[in-house]
């Protein structure tokens, strides 16, 4: 997708706020690494932050399935003096960039899970339901399957497991029982039409509460469309394997299902010798960081470092 240098720049300014990037910064010694990988590099927001404290001599690489994205984080960071490169790639893959470019081992790993507020905004990606939009939620616009094609063509039970097991929805079957008798008269196609069927499905003491009715089924379907915890789960266990002796991995995290594959990871290696866990507890927004961002609120940060050269 091609910007205007205007639009890009609008784009940018808009959606600056790097989740807990003091912590960050401070947590894998960003200053001190000589290679650092972004595996959800997004619009640049975090890499901004990064390459502002490394050294002249080191590497920056930042990865994301979101060409869009990338477009703007790569004119974002063109006035940067640094060495850096930006890579269109699913994270589970991060084993192949490095490879790529002829790199054996980084020192940092950086993962801001989730979507971003600039995904959000775009109504066409479909990801929100506040605004009305295509059922897509395809973060690589080149994977074949949408939000649309779960929506229309899954059974009532399958997306009654989608639903409770990637959005932990109560009311589930209720809302699959409505889709399907909802499709039979014409497909479900826009984020709006779907997002009303969901809050008739519930009770409606529920359809005005403080989490708007459709946030977890969005949830589950944006989840599945893009294989994220299966992904995460892949990019976590590669990230390890790539560490230098001292290296950092830090997870952001914005939901129980995300924060629980990365604690038992950690756990995982931990008991194994390969990491030392820095973040006993997942460290969250102070609250001011809360106040200027509120989307921060929910995110969880944990950190670990590799202890054992073999894996």
Do not use: W
């Amino acid at each position: 997708m091609i910007f205007l240098e205007s639009s890009v720049k609008e784009m940018a300014d808009k959606y600056h706020y790097p989740v807990m990037y003091r912590e960050v910064l401070e947590l894998l010694n960003v200053g001190t690494k000589k290679v650092v990988v972004d595996c959800t590099v997004g619009i640049g927001s975090h890499a901004h932050k990064l390459l502002g404290v490394m050294r002249p001599d080191c590497f920056y690489i930042g990865i994301d399935k979101d060409q869009d994205s990338l477009d703007i984080a790569s004119n974002k960071l063109r006035g940067l003096k640094r060495n850096f490169t930006l890579v269109k790639e699913d994270f589970s893959n991060l084993d192949k960039v490095l490879k790529n470019l002829g790199i054996e081992g980084a020192d940092a790993f950086l993962f801001d899970l989730g979507i971003s507020s600039y995904q959000l905004s775009d109504p066409h990606r479909g990801f929100s339901f506040l605004k009305e939009g295509p059922l897509d939620m395809r973060m690589d616009r080149n994977s074949f399957l949408s939000a649309y094609d779960l929506i229309n063509n899954l059974s009532e039970g399958e997306l009654v497991n989608i639903f409770r097991k990637f959005g932990e929805e109560r009311y589930s079957k209720r809302i699959a029982n409505s889709l399907i008798k909802a499709r039979k008269n014409k497909p479900v196609s826009t984020t709006t039409q779907l997002a009303q069927i969901i809050k008739s499905s519930i009770p409606v003491k529920y359809q005005y509460s403080r989490i708007n009715p459709a946030t977890r089924v969005f949830q589950s379907l944006r989840i599945t469309v893009n294989r994220e915890l299966e992904s995460l789960s892949k990019g976590i266990t590669k990230a390890v394997s790539l560490l230098n002796m001292g290296g950092r991995i830090g997870v952001i995290s914005f939901h129980s299902l995300e924060d629980r594959i990365v604690k038992h990871k950690f756990r995982e290696y931990s008991a194994q010798g390969f990491l030392n866990i820095i973040t006993k507890k997942p460290l969250q927004p102070l609250d001011l960081e809360v106040e200027e961002n509120p989307p921060s609120r929910s995110a969880k940060l944990r950190v670990a470092e590799r202890s054992s050269c073999s894996i």
